[in-house]
């Protein structure tokens, strides 16, 4: 029963233009999304988050949406750049405590 | 951000040894930590929740015989692998995290077992 679902595999992208990841979850109870960056054979790294009581969060390049509603959040990057290529995983959190469940990840890939 | 050492990064060991893991906090301390487990080309499952000072809580479907945690410290966390096989090999991730409502839990490098 995945909890998390990105359902893109992969993304490409030119160089300057916006990226766009999305990911979809099915409980209502979470509290916190992160998104969080990740190239092989090394840990995840903590990009950005937004809390239920939020729609939308912002750190430079990087903008995280959230609908609630639609249970549904996204992550904008732009412009996108060469060294943004790797996997990006969402999470989210349940109220009750700091446990993370990721979605699938999807490999973003920016072209100069 | 929190740094979060992971060691070793990578290790080879024969069919039937044991393999331990270490995860650190380096700068603050870390009273609860998870492990995780990463499948080629899939996500991050969590294996296991560890509290400083009590028995790890295991996921659905991870055997707590095979997967040995102790969190003997507040800076230190470590998963052995007992009797390891093949399928054992992966990619094992740890992170910590400052208190049961920190939502940002840092990662560690990661650690990729093989077993032959």
């Known amino acids: 029963d995945q909890q998390v679902k990105q359902n893109s595999p992969s993304l490409s992208v030119q160089e300057g233009r916006i990226s766009i990841l999305n990911c979809d979850y099915t409980?209502?109870?979470?509290?916190?999304f992160l998104w969080y960056k990740k190239y092989p054979a090394e840990g995840p790294t903590f990009l950005i988050s937004i809390s239920s009581i939020k729609d939308k969060n912002e750190d430079g390049r990087f903008t995280v949406f959230l609908n609630k509603s639609a249970k549904h959040l996204s992550l904008h990057i732009v412009p996108s750049q060469p060294g943004d290529s790797a996997v990006y995983f969402c999470a989210v959190q349940e109220t009750s405590g700091s446990r993370l469940t990721f979605g699938e990840g999807t490999q973003l890939t920016v072209n100069p | 951000g929190a740094v979060v050492s992971q060691h070793p990064s990578r290790v080879i060991c024969k069919s039937g040894t044991s393999v331990k893991i270490e995860c650190r906090s380096l700068d603050f301390q870390a009273t609860t930590m998870f492990w995780y487990r990463q499948f080629p080309k899939q996500s991050l499952m969590l294996m296991a929740t560890?509290?400083?000072?009590?028995?790890?809580?295991?996921e659905q479907g991870v055997e707590k015989d095979k997967f040995l945690i102790n969190h003997a410290s507040l800076t230190l966390s470590t998963l052995t692998v007992t009797s390891a096989h093949p399928e054992d090999s992966s990619f094992y991730i740890c992170?910590?995290?400052?208190?049961?409502?920190?939502?940002?839990?840092?990662f560690g490098q990661g650690t990729r077992l093989t077993v032959v």
């Open positions: 992170s910590a995290a400052s208190g049961q409502m920190n939502t940002e839990a840092f």
């Open positions: 560890s509290n400083e000072g009590s028995k790890a809580t295991y």
């Open positions: 409980n209502s109870m979470f509290d916190y």
